[in-house]
């Protein structure tokens, strides 16, 4: 039941008052009476996540028909996903980091690789979104700024560059649109946020990936999580290539695995030739699976990005060696193959990179057969090296006097 002046007045004019300590005008708004009898008008809403209670004002200064004029108008503010405060402070309307962050993943992030949108869409859930809620974003200054990222520095300085550079994009995005004039983030040079990422240097040598190789052949994880590793290590894919891939991208009769631009980092199409070393591994998934061969715990989608790394990440922590990551098997194997013989431009094409200069331009050939005959010969050298790891093994636990390698 609506609120009326009848009852207001009424209420005011009593000395002594054991009603509702609240009236409800419906739609948020309420008249919250104190047990001294002050009135006063407010607008209970949940905004950016939060519940909000803004106060609109006091009763009689403030008219039961003003109140509601003004809460008309923070409906309107709130259904637009503006803040309804502004209604009170009279201020021209502000564009929120939230408004930008919004505008960007679906007008951008939406249009990129699904793994590119899986990383911004986490870095704007756990760091943009609670940042400066209910703000100018262009009056946000750099101090502010700069105070935010070294709280996230604290913790992880790599992640507070990353976040520099994300937030950069989005809101320089919003400034090509014309939604901004321009922020003070403008003042600050990434490299003064946190640390960032150094360039990967690590070489895995044969007898370390062939550890590597018999730890995730004894591990408890699935049969596709394990061949999605053992094939990334023998083809020096970008594990996204791989672990997207779907039963069409293989062409079983002629040896062929073809990468689609959608899954391609830089949106090229890759080909790779399918080894022999790697054909019974993808016989045997073709045999489980009917479309994605890398499911996660749907069968209709891949394995997460994040459950393939808890899963290297767990592996790691079981083992003594030097730190290392699923990437550096692209580096490790560009290296072996090319200290077995195979040309540069064959290394090159094996990772799926672009050839430079004129070359990209004119020259599409993939090299196939020199492919294959690279990756036949580092999967020789590799399981070679395993049979060695697992005899050495062997000699080790026949002889208690064994107790480091030579």
Known sequence: MSITDKQLKAIVKQTNYDGPAELNDGEGLIAKISPKINITFQYRCRFNGKNKRIRIGKYPVTTLKKARHIHKRMLELKDEGRNPQIALTGETDFVTLKYCLDFWLEHKVLHLREGTRVLYRSFANNYFYPAFPDVDVERVTAREWMQWFDAIAKKNPKTANAAFSKIRSCLNFCKSKFILNGTHLEKIRQQDVGSPSVVGDRVLALPELA???????????????????????????????????????????????????????????????????????????????????????????????SAANLYIRRLRDSMTLNHWRTHDFRRSISTICSELGTMPHVTEKMLGHELIGVMSIYNKHDWLREQKDAYNQFGDALFAQVQMELEYEHLACASPFIHGRV
Not at 241 to 266: G, I, Q, Y
């Open 211 to 305: 550890r590597v190789w018999i730890a995730i052949e004894r591990s408890k994880a699935s049969t596709s999580t394990k061949h999605l590793h053992l094939m990334t290590m023998m083809w020096g894919n970008r594990l996204s290539e791989l672990r997207c891939a779907r039963r069409d991208h293989f062409d079983m009769v002629n040896d062929l695995w073809t990468v689609p631009p959608e899954l391609s980092k830089m949106g090229n199409t890759i080909r790779r030739p399918i080894p022999k070393s790697i054909k019974p591994m993808l016989e045997r998934l073709m045999n489980i699976f009917d479309d994605y061969l890398f499911p996660g715990w749907s069968l209709q989608k891949p394995i997460t990005i």
